[in-house]
């Protein structure tokens, strides 16, 4: 099973989650997994961070069902991921607590106020 949908715009869409907050220079969403839970596989595309807002042991799956990555994601912790090339994961609780996150994902910039203006 290959994932690679043409239409989404971005992972929460994909995810079925709304944004809470949507501009031109970021998005966010929020993600809630119970124990024994598992979001929907979504692809991340641009750079994102993920807030962990209540920590859960977890493992990160591949279109394949592959093992990603498996660990604690600990209360308050903050994972930057720069999107050097898409990932396509999804999350499963597999701890004893439910799981809640904040996803940002960087759309653009405003122009710094350190850069010269064009005359």
């Not at 493992?59 to 994601?73: A, D, T, W």
């Not at 600990?74 to 799981?99: K, R, S, W, Y």
């Not at 759309?107 to 850069?115: N, R």
């Amino acid at each position: 099973m290959t994932h690679s949908p043409v239409t989404a715009q971005g992972p929460w869409e994909e995810l079925g989650a709304p944004l809470c907050l949507d501009t031109p220079w970021v998005k966010a969403w929020v993600e809630q997994v119970p124990p024994g839970g598992t979001r929907p596989l979504h692809t991340h595309r641009k750079p994102w961070a993920t807030v962990v807002l209540s920590g859960a042991k977890v493992r990160s799956l591949g279109p394949e069902g592959e093992v990603l990555r498996e660990g604690e994601l600990p209360d308050g912790i903050v994972l930057f991921n720069p999107a050097d090339e898409p990932l396509c994961h999804q999350m499963h609780n597999i701890g004893d607590t439910e799981l809640i996150m904040v996803g940002l994902q960087w759309e653009s910039g405003p122009a710094s106020a350190a850069e010269p203006e064009a005359s």
